[in-house]
Each structure stands twice: as structure tokens, then as C-alpha cells.
């Protein structure tokens, strides 16, 4: 069997790089990154060949190609079952999808308002209303979860949707987003799993800067 490769931009900027690769971890594969430069005309050519879709991430798993981090996700989710990366229980199973989707349809006034830079650090950043309104949202969500499953991640064990609220995470740190009680607490417990360390150890050693995303606020 070929190597398995996921095509991945920025770990300081690409959330969903971090998603995809988050989920690639969690599934326990052997992967390869293929790290490509999205501004760059010739990348953009090797992003094309690696996914239709010219975004990253995009798995290749055994002659297999799959683009979009929520199909990655379900076709981790099928080749690795004992990974349990959805839950078992079907309600919790379908919960969980409802909020992957959720964020992956979603959120648009906090991924423009709030960029993930996880070398950032914006302390007393000033939150429009409409991203704010995204964030009470996403803590809804966290404490509903968190309550209903018990913790300490959102289903009980991670899953996915931990992995797709990671970036989140990195995005409250970044402009300075408090958190209190279970919330914050899940959000340590995030920033402290082993393969988020390694992805933000890696993101904080780029060099690459995006220079609209690095204002002086
Ligand atoms: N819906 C896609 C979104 C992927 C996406 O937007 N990726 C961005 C990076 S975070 C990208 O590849 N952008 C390419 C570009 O800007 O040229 C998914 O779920 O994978």
C-alpha cells in the first residue's frame, strides 16, 4: 500500500490543515505531510493534482482521495472503527455530526473575525457583536456537551468534533477570548492533547507570516 499523505498550508494559519491533521492523528494512520504554499503559482498547481477542490487538507489513503476535512473525518472514522472517533450511541453519534457540521457550515463572522494565528496573541482584542455572537454560540455548544456527556472532552473521549473545535481553542487564546469554569477547563484540556502540542510546537517554529493577519491591534 502507498503511503498515506495529507496535504496540509500553515500550521500557524490553517485551521483546517489542524482539523484534518488533528483527525489523521487521532485515527492513529502513517501519514506523510505534504506541506504546500498556497501563494505560491507552482504549489497552487501541486494543490490542484493533490485536490480537486485547490484547498487543503486532502487525504490519499490507499489509492483513495478524499478533500473536505468533514469527509477526511467520516472516512478516517470507517477505516479506523476501533478508534471510536464518533461515539458509539447513536443520539451522541448524530450530536456529534450535528456540531461538526455546525462548524463546518458556520461561524463565518468568527473566521473572519478572528483568523486562527496561533503565534498571535492579541491581549484586550475588540470582538464585534456578530463574532461574538458566534462565540456564545460555540460555548453553548461546549456546555452542552460537556454536561450532557460528562467530559472531560465533548463526547467523553475525543472524537472529531474535539478536532473540530481545536482551532477555536487556539483562536480564543490568540484574541484574548475568556473562558470560565468547564469551558475553560476543556479548553486547557485541548491545548494540552499530545498532538495539539506537536501542531502548535510546529506552528510556533514557521517562519512564513501573512502580514494582514499580523495588525498591531
Ligand atoms: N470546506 C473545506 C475548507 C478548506 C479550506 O478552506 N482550506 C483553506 C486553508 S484553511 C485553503 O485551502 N485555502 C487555499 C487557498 O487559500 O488558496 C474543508 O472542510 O476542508
Request: hydrophobic letters at 45%.
Amino acid at each position: 500500500m502507498a503511503a498515506a499523505t495529507l496535504s496540509l498550508s500553515s500550521k500557524n494559519y490553517s485551521s483546517w490543515s489542524m482539523r484534518g491533521w488533528l483527525m489523521a492523528k487521532l485515527a492513529g494512520i502513517d501519514f506523510r505531510e505534504v506541506i504546500v504554499e498556497p501563494d505560491d503559482a507552482d504549489a497552487r498547481a501541486e494543490i490542484l493534482l493533490l485536490s480537486p477542490s485547490i484547498l487543503v487538507p486532502c487525504l490519499t489513503y490507499d489509492g483513495v482521495r478524499v478533500w473536505d476535512t468533514l469527509a477526511i473525518g467520516e472516512f478516517l472514522h470507517e477505516i479506523a472503527p476501533k478508534k471510536e472517533l464518533l461515539p458509539k450511541d447513536r443520539a451522541a453519534r448524530a450530536h456529534a455530526r450535528a456540531i461538526c457540521g455546525e462548524m463546518h457550515s458556520g461561524f463565518t463572522s468568527l473566521r473572519q473575525a478572528l483568523p486562527m494565528n496561533i503565534k498571535g496573541h492579541f491581549p484586550g482584542f475588540k470582538i464585534w457583536s456578530k463574532a461574538q455572537a458566534d462565540i456564545e454560540r460555540i460555548k453553548t455548544i461546549w456546555a452542552e456537551c460537556l454536561s450532557t456527556y460528562g467530559g472531560p472532552f465533548l463526547f467523553g473521549k475525543v472524537t472529531l468534533a474535539d478536532a473540530m473545535y481545536a482551532p477555536v481553542v487556539s483562536r480564543f487564546r490568540t484574541y484574548d477570548v475568556k473562558l470560565e469554569g468547564a469551558l475553560a477547563a476543556y479548553a486547557d484540556r485541548i491545548w494540552a492533547l499530545p498532538a495539539v502540542t506537536e501542531w502548535r510546537e510546529a506552528a510556533l517554529a514557521e517562519k512564513e507570516e501573512i502580514e494582514e493577519l499580523e495588525v498591531e491591534f
